[in-house]
């Protein structure tokens, strides 16, 4: 359909009227009585000319508000006003609009809806006909959950075309007081001070309520139905207002006394619809707090104590107090003060626990000094008394302290014991005296029960300290110069003290100084200035009794030679004139600084020798001989000169046997030749030749060695481990038997000199003898041939028996026989 100016309308929907009004198709679909808050349903489309809404249906489109006058046309098309749908509708399904396209006289046209409540989520809240356009609700609906939703309606052909342009439907969920209004706590907990005036603000409380805010149905009134005292029954009278539209408690009357009543119990309601629609109930405590309206009060005012003498920092006694204030809170708490301690000999604190008063002895008491203390006390709170508590004077006590006298134990007039003495102090010589005292006036005893050093000696009666010995400086037990005892002393009654004596040594000179060293070397070279002997001293005294040390010679005995100080410790000893080198004794003298001075004379060993460039002896000779831990040089003399005699006489003995021995060879009778040339054979043994090792056990074979039909028919012993009888010489297998022997050297030479050439002459031959032993072989001890010139070993036995003999001068033969003077010490 076009209008007058050839433009064709998107509009597609029009109020129903039951009429038809130039082309327009205007369906109605009747409502229910608008005063039950049922919209009317309304159907439009595009036609010219519309008639106004308001002409129609003034009050459809807002039943209960005038917020729209109906629907408004901009550009040619119809914006429709929200339809009003009201929640919790119980005529489900409910037509709420229905629409139509006026393509219905050109073709067929199938309607479609989608949106929130069709669509989307929530789904299947509302439908549509497809056929006639019907929009309905499917279900009851909650404001509370979803308040409004924005559909789009569609006019689509068969096909699926498009007819018309998209129509906004909005459709406002009406609001129902279907919820309570309710407390945001379960309970409110407050607090007031006792005493408030009223009108004081004491707690503000809530509640919330889930309808519309913009609605009667959430417009809360605050109210208080009951309020109960705690304790029950302690106030009767209303005491707390509430504002009804905020919610804030007050106080309404005075009354409220911390001591009477602890607190409230109020219970309270809140109302929607300004009062008059849903209730909702909640619980208030109020707790009424304590101000500083009581000052503490002693109970009683008076006390006695008795404290002993000589002690301190324990307790003599406590005080009471009252206060009806809180306990436990700084306005219940109490705070003493003494009045009168001026030397503070006592003190007072509180315990927390009972708010009591306790009082103490800080300062030891002295009954022979006062026996008798009255001391004032007063009291207050910690936190300030308010101006609400009656205006008393500060509440006080008074306390008797009778002071109890006790067996005091000795005192000591000072501690420790200062005792300055010199080390060096004669034994007996006194010390201290007048070291202690008893308060009581007791008789008094002392001993010394520490002394390690036992220098120190005390007078029984009258606790004088002696010196029992010289005191020496460097004994273990002082430190620092200081030596420690200690001193007990006993009254009548068996109380005792000890106390420390503390002995300060004063240093004294004890010990001459030592010179060092005693011996060394000085170049010949006169002309070296620097050249000389460098000594020094030790001094077993402390400062000041020991350096600086002074050097000198001593003139008659050390002309020749001169001390030059070097420092305060060290000095050099140089020759005067060029001596010859050799041994020199210089006699010095070392003194210390000691009061008295104390020297000592020392004999120095003096080595002058000539010196290379660098001022060192050439010889070591001097340096040797020089040494104070040598030995001299006419000990060396004499040792070297017993030597060479010992030598001298070693080799006459040699010569004067070997001349005898020529002499026995020329008549026949030497140990080399026997009395036969024939038999020397039998008398050269090898006793020497231990076998080849495992290399040559081929060589030998025991069991060859001999023919077993030469076994002779007589018992023969044997070798052991073979069948070889003892006897027969053992034959080599590495070398053709019944060979002839080498020939053997027969006669020694005449000339000792020979003698080595002459044994190797016959090593050589026994190496070469086929008839000897291999190596690894048994070798034969007990065949020694026969005629033997050397006579028996007994001949040189003594006939005397051991027991006989004196060895007692085995032991001055020095330490390499002292093993055999102890094998024949008769002891």
Excluded at 621 to 644: D, H, K
Excluded at 692 to 703: L, P, R, V
Aim: glycine fraction near 6%; charge should be negative.
């Amino acid at each position: 359909m076009n209008d007058s100016g050839g433009e064709r309308s998107s509009s597609l929907f029009s109020l129903n009227t039951d009429c038809i009004i130039n082309r327009v198709i205007i369906c109605s679909i009747l409502q229910t009585d608008l005063l039950l808050d049922k919209p009317s349903s309304v159907v439009w489309s595009s036609a010219e000319p519309h008639r106004n809404e308001e002409e129609l249906h003034p009050q459809v489109l807002h039943p209960w508000r005038n917020q729209g006058k109906g629907m408004v046309r901009v550009k040619r098309d119809w914006i429709i006003p929200p339809i009003r749908v009201l929640e919790n509708s119980k005529q489900v399904p409910e037509n709420l609009v229905q629409i139509k396209s006026d393509k219905i006289f050109t073709g067929e046209v199938i309607y479609k809806l989608e949106g929130p409540g069709v669509d989307q989520d929530p789904k299947n809240l509302f439908e549509i006909d497809d056929k006639t356009g019907v929009i309905r609700s499917k279900r009851p609906l909650d404001r509370e959950k979803y308040n409004s939703f924005t559909l789009k309606a569609f006019a689509l052909s068969p096909s699926g075309e498009r007819l018309e342009n998209p129509t906004t439907i909005e459709i406002v969920v009406l609001d129902q007081n279907d919820n309570r209004p309710a407390f945001s706590q379960s309970q409110f907990v407050g607090t007031v001070s006792e005493f408030s005036v009223p009108g004081t603000s004491v707690m503000s409380v809530s509640a919330t309520d889930a309808d519309d805010p913009m609605t009667e149905n959430a417009y809360l009134s605050y109210s208080i139905i009951s309020q109960e005292s705690i304790p029950a029954n302690a106030v009767t009278k209303t005491m707390f207002g509430i504002n009804n539209e905020t919610g804030a408690i007050y106080t309404r009357d005075v009354g409220l006394d911390r001591e009477v009543v602890k607190g409230f119990r109020l219970k309270l309601q809140v109302a929607d619809m300004g009062g008059m629609g849903l209730t909702g109930e909640g619980e208030a405590i109020i707790h009424v707090s304590d101000i500083n309206n009581h000052a503490p009060q002693f109970s009683p005012a008076s006390y006695s104590m008795t404290a002993v003498e000589n002690r301190q920092d324990y307790e003599i006694g406590r005080v009471n107090v009252t206060d009806r204030d809180d306990r436990g809170t700084g306005n219940w708490e109490a705070k003493y003060v003494i009045s009168n301690d001026l030397s503070g000999n006592f003190a007072i604190t509180t315990d927390p626990a009972t708010n009591q008063g306790v009082l103490t002895v800080v300062k030891p008491l002295d009954y022979e000094a006062k026996s008798v203390y009255s001391l004032i006390l007063a009291v207050e709170n910690l936190n300030t008394l308010s101006n609400k508590a009656p205006n008393l004077p500060v509440s006080t006590a008074k306390v008797l302290v009778t002071v109890v006298n006790e067996n005091e134990a000795p005192h000591f007039r000072e501690d420790p014991i200062q005792i300055v003495v010199p080390e060096s102090v004669v034994p007996g010589t006194l010390l201290k005296s007048n070291i202690a005292f008893d308060p009581d006036n007791s008789v008094l005893r002392y001993e010394i029960t520490r002394d390690p050093e036992r220098w120190l000696d005390i007078n029984r009666d009258t606790g004088d300290i002696m010196a029992k010995r010289t005191f020496n400086m460097r004994s273990p037990h002082v430190k620092n110069h200081i030596y420690n005892a200690v001193v007990k002393v006993t009254d009548a009654d068996g109380v005792s003290t000890t106390g420390t004596v503390a002995i300060t040594l004063k240093e004294t000179n004890d010990f001459p100084p030592q010179l060092f060293p005693l011996s060394g070397s000085v170049c010949r070279d006169a002309g070296r200035t620097s050249s000389g002997l460098v000594v020094t001293a030790v001094d077993e005294d402390l400062p000041p009794h020991a350096a600086p040390f002074s050097f000198d010679t001593v003139d008659y005995l050390s002309v020749n030679w001169t001390v030059i100080q070097v420092n305060y410790t060290h000095a050099l000893l140089q020759p005067l004139v060029e001596l010859e080198a050799g041994e020199y004794v210089v006699t010095l003298m070392v003194s210390d600084s000691g009061s008295p001075i104390l020297s000592a004379y020392a004999q120095v060993n003096v080595t002058v020798c000539l010196c290379d460039s660098f001022g060192d002896c050439k010889s070591q000779v001097g340096a040797i001989l020089g040494s104070s831990v040598g030995i001299s040089f006419i000990a060396l003399i004499i040792i070297m000169a017993s030597i060479a005699l010992l030598l001298l006489l070693l080799l006459l003995a040699v010569a004067i046997t070997t001349c005898g021995r020529r002499h026995h060879i020329k008549k026949g009778t030497g140990l080399l030749v026997g009395e036969s040339e024939d038999d020397i054979r039998d008398n050269v043994l090898n006793y020497d030749e231990q076998g080849g090792g495992e290399e040559d056990e081929n060589a030998f074979n025991i069991d060859m060695l001999w023919n077993p039909h030469d076994a002779p028919s007589t018992p023969v012993s044997y070798y052991p481990g073979s069948g070889v009888p003892r006897g027969k010489q053992p034959l080599r297998k590495d070398a053709p038997q019944n060979l002839p022997s080498p020939t053997y050297p027969r006669r020694p030479p005449a000339d000792p000199t020979d003698i080595e050439d002459y044994i190797n002459d016959g090593l050589e031959a026994a190496d070469n003898d086929p008839n000897v032993p291999p190596y690894d072989t048994a070798l034969i001890y007990d065949y020694e041939g026969e005629g033997s010139l050397a006579g028996s070993l007994s001949s040189i036995a003594s006939g005397s028996s051991d027991g006989d003999q004196d060895y007692d001068y085995l032991s001055d033969w020095g330490p390499r026989f002292k093993k055999l003077a102890n094998m024949y010490d008769p002891r």
